[in-house]
């Protein structure tokens, strides 16, 4: 009552000096353009660190063959990881990224000219599979947002269900290997300096940071996983963003799949083993945050290499591959209570 | 004005009696839904395969399932305060190499050492989680791999046998009372000791009170760190439990062998069994029907004439639905 008759009455005294609030503090600007580099210059940094180091171990490191061998290796959780930061930062988890590769490999291989005979299908060898995983992935989707049950649980059900398609199809004949020189050379092939599977891995970053930067739809996803109680209140289509970019997810481990099969030269269910617990750690390590709404590809893409230089690197330092998953362990470790420490609190919750 | 106020009042009346009635029922199916579906499912499998239980069924699902109760026993406790613990499967596997190569100089003690070394395996996943305050999912991946690493390095890459002693924790695997074998009836009673605490000690409540809302915890005088640590040392221990079954049951352990897929069942039984992957929920005679589930639906689908490569794909889609089924909901709530 009090607040109506002062603002229909005499409200000419109350004055806001606009200028005072929406003056641009320059320092604080600055502050923010470097707040955004700080971690990726420390990943840069230590990236630079191994490379020194492993150098000066090997000489078979620091050549031309080895820096294509490491990218050739990347590519994959690369391309993995690109789907896996999209659903990291809406705020859920993908685990059915190994067993949509299975099911996806499988029927690629099946599809073309393999050592189990059969027919050759062309270019539907390739479509096949790629719906597939984009069929797998729509059902994480729409599972998980319509029946909301959490991500984690639907995806991990997936996984099974993915590895279990690939089981079928599978069989019980002999390993089916890829009969075209042509497919299984793909991967590797040098083109322009680097191999062919690596330039389909950045291209894919490239559009894909993109797409999170400049699009409605990125923006959005940024939005979701940053708070999606606010993003639904501003009218963003959250559940339709969401199923979105499980199909992306689904759809890139299906890809995945067929270039696993392609550089193995065959393939079996157990194809995208390994795959998920080698692309996680990467995403975070590269700094996009579990909680949502942090980080992006380009991170993710350092992880990864960060990540493959340590495998390689240590290969050729002659260490065990027994401590191998010790090492990364221990880095994503000290990688996490690093990103973590400075923004300890009493009154936190870190989950 | 008046009239206006009285509709509202009735409607607003009516409205709770319903959401009495719906939480009512809600919270019964949340207290039996677990034990049903797991009993429909026993009574289908028994019914369509008269053999079943003649034929040892029981014992079978009951020896299969306690490894994972007992992992996912822990897991429901890390769980309930609203982590989750990766590295639990692979801290089973290092402590059943380490009973393994202990078992034979150390005699009756080294189950005790085992424990106790694995216990402080989990304290530290704890004390990272608690004290550094980062995301409990990214540290016990990292943890994972060290675990991982630590088995291979230990073990040499190689299966250990136990060379002498294996009496000494055999019987847990060859004894039974009433067709359950004694690894089972161990993970019961953890389970029920588990509810006890939970349901009637300050630290148990404490551990839920973290997991429903943390920050209420804390202004509640909650010590939300120590309990952390204590989720985590349980987690840790219990894998040991599980590490010891099998030791039991295989008299060998190898970083690649047996307990070394224990992860994802335990995950599975533990939420099956009704345990909140957000926190707050958690009952622990629930997971007890969780993990039989879990070991169910893999000798079910062999037992109902299936084909041996459709079980990944019934198992999946088993998960899926049953938490489906189970899980409770709340309009407003974010699922992530």
Known sequence: ????????????????????????????????????????????????????????????????TNLQNVLNQASLPIIIGVGATLVILIGSIDLSVEGVMAASGVAFVLMSANSRG??????????????????????????????KVPSFIVTLGMWFIGFGIATILYGTDAYPELTDDNLTNWAAKINLGLPNVFWL??????VSALVIRFTRFGR?????????????????????????????????????????????????????????????????????????????????FLGVILLTVLNNGLVLAGVSPNYQSALSGAILVVAIVAAAWSQRGRLRIAK | MSTTVATGAVSTEKATKDGLLQRRATKLWQAVGPLVIFVIMFAVVAILTPTFIGGGGVTIVASSAAPILLVALGQAFVLNIGSIDLSNAAITVLGAILLAMTLGPLGAVAPLVVLIMVTLFGAVNGLIVAFAQVPSFALTLGTLGIFQAAALVVSGATTVYVDANLDLVAWLYTGAIAMLPMTFILGVVVAVVAWLFLRFTRPGQGMTAVGKNESGAIFSAVRNRGLKVVAYSLSGFMAGLAGITIIAQAGSASPMGLGSDLLLP??????????????????????????????????????????????????????????????????SATVK
């Open chain 1, 1 to 64: 009552m009090m607040t109506t008759t002062s603002s229909s009455g005499t409200a000419a005294s109350v004055t806001i000096d606009t200028g005072e609030i929406l003056t641009p503090n320059s320092s604080a600007k600055r502050r923010n353009i470097f707040a955004g580099i700080g971690e990726p210059v420390a990943l840069i940094g230590a990236l630079v660190v191994l490379i020194a180091i492993f150098s000066a171990l090997n000489p078979r490191f620091a050549t031309l």
């Open chain 1, 220 to 300: 959005a996803a940024l939005a979701i996983g940053n708070n999606e109680d606010i993003a639904r209140a501003n009218g963003m289509p959250v559940r339709k963003h969401k199923v979105t970019i499980f199909i992306i997810a689904g759809a890139l481990s299906g890809v995945a799949g067929i270039l696993a099969t392609m550089q193995m030269g065959g393939t079996s269910n157990h194809i995208g083993e390994g795959y998920l617990f080698l692309t996680l750690p990467a995403v975070v390590i590269g700094g996009t945050s579990l909680a949502g709404g942090k980080g992006g590809v380009l991170r993710t």
């Open chain 2, 266 to 331: 335990g995950i599975a039984a533990a939420i099956v069994g009704g345990t909140s992957i957000s926190g707050g929920v958690m009952n622990p005679l629930n997971v007890i029907f969780g993990a039989l589930t879990v070991a169910l639906v893999p000798i079910a689908t062999t037992a109902l004439g299936f084909d041996p490569s459709t079980q990944n794909l019934v198992y999946g889609v088993v998960i899926i639905v049953v938490v489906a089924l189970t899980l409770t909901r709340s309009r």
């Open chain 1, 118 to 147: 059969g027919q050759d299908m062309g270019i539907a060898a390739f479509i096949v599979p790629v719906v597939l995983g984009t069929v797998l992935g729509a059902l994480n989707g729409l599972i998980y947002t319509l029946l």
């Open chain 1, 201 to 206: 891995a950045a291209a894919l970053v490239v």
